[in-house]
């Protein structure tokens, strides 16, 4: 038999190869450490496509958790931010958003102000007295009555005192916080009240017209918008000559002067707006008076704004005293008439008449 016969084929051989290394390749990727050195440089410098896709994922999956608990503050203690960096540790707001550096300070301001402060006991209980200082900027004056006596002001009310439990230290140059009626509710305020008045209401549109704002020393503002007719009694004896005087008082409803003194403010304690004009009336001017007045409860300190309203005779020159002499000099024409002029006599009569 020729020897060239016997011998198997490349492909064959190659087939062989093949077939008996295939298991070694499984075997091998399969085990922990990766197979022999061989064929682990084999895997490495070409690996299948979704082998290196799985390998990518779960690298980026522990980069991420890494990266997130990182930045996540601990139980134990939580990571406070640097000055002037965002607050971007993954510290969730309550609805739903990130608060900055800034806001979340402000806010631990907030709270722990609420937390140390009983709204029930007035600043420096059992030493002092609290002064509250008092502006009123009047914005309209209408409806000036000689029927009831009264009138009705809409004015911006603001009163100043100081609670040093409400003092903090100031944040990145932020030392004021102006807050809405939250915060009003929260903390004590005078229990201010109108003696004279008839009745009043705040006003509530788009919001409840008031704030409150707390500087780091803690100096309170508090400023609310009303609406108030107040009673004015009025002497009418020299009318319409006459010069009437309406007063607008303030007082605390519960504290003596043992514990709360108003004062008007000494920085234009009582303005009135530009635009404030009436029909009967123009306003002279305006006083302030500071006093004690003595109750059967106790001695009560008592602010008032007297507001000098001076009748527009004019309006009732045109109004009264013309018409009126007008129809006193018709009636005279009767007079030189002759006396067979029934016609004529009955007429004027009759225009005086409808003039009444």
């Not at 301001?109 to 420096?124: K, T």
């Not at 309209?140 to 903090?168: C, G, N, P």
């Amino acid at each position: 038999m020729d020897s060239s016969t016997c011998r198997p084929s490349p492909l064959y051989v190659l087939h062989v190869i093949v077939f008996l290394l295939w298991p070694v390749l499984l075997l091998s990727m399969s085990l922990p450490d990766g197979g022999p050195p061989l064929l682990e440089m084999s895997i490495a410098s070409s690996p299948p496509p979704h082998f290196q896709q799985s390998l990518e994922h779960a690298y980026r999956q522990q980069y991420e958790s890494a990266t997130f608990s990182a930045e996540l503050p601990s139980n134990a203690e939580e990571k406070q931010p640097k000055d002037g960096e965002q607050y971007n540790k993954q510290k969730q707001h309550p609805a739903g958003v990130y608060n900055t550096n800034l806001e979340y300070n402000m806010t631990r301001v907030l709270n722990a102000l609420i937390a140390s402060h009983d709204r029930r006991i007035r600043p420096d209980f059992g030493g002092a007295p609290t002064i509250v200082n008092v502006t009123a900027h009047v914005i309209t004056i209408s409806a000036i009555s000689e029927v009831s006596m009264d009138y009705t002001v809409d004015l911006y009310l603001r009163q100043f005192w100081h609670d040093k439990r409400l003092a903090f230290t100031a944040i990145k140059g932020h030392d004021n916080l102006t807050v809405g009626i939250d915060m009003v509710k929260s903390i004590w305020t005078p229990d201010t009240f109108f003696p004279n008045e008839k009745k009043s209401y705040f006003h509530e549109t788009t919001s409840h017209n008031s704030f409150l704002r707390i500087d780091s020393n803690g100096n309170v503002i508090r400023s609310i918008r009303l609406t108030v007719t107040a009673n004015c009694p009025m002497g009418l004896h020299t009318f319409p000559l006459d010069v009437q005087v309406c007063a607008l008082e303030i007082e605390s409803y519960g504290y003596s002067t043992s514990d709360i003194i108003y004062h008007w403010h000494p920085n234009k304690p009582v303005t009135i707006d530009d635009d404030v004009h009436l029909a009967h009336f123009t306003i002279g001017g305006h006083y302030q008076v500071e006093r004690t007045i003595s109750l059967s409860t106790g001695n009560y300190s008592r602010l008032t704004a007297s507001f000098t309203f001076k009748r527009n005779l004019g309006f009732y020159l045109i109004q009264i005293y013309f018409p009126s002499s007008l129809i006193v000099v018709i009636s005279w024409v009767s007079f030189f008439l002759n006396r067979e002029a029934t016609q004529a006599r009955v007429t004027i009569g009759k225009i005086i008449k409808i003039k009444k």
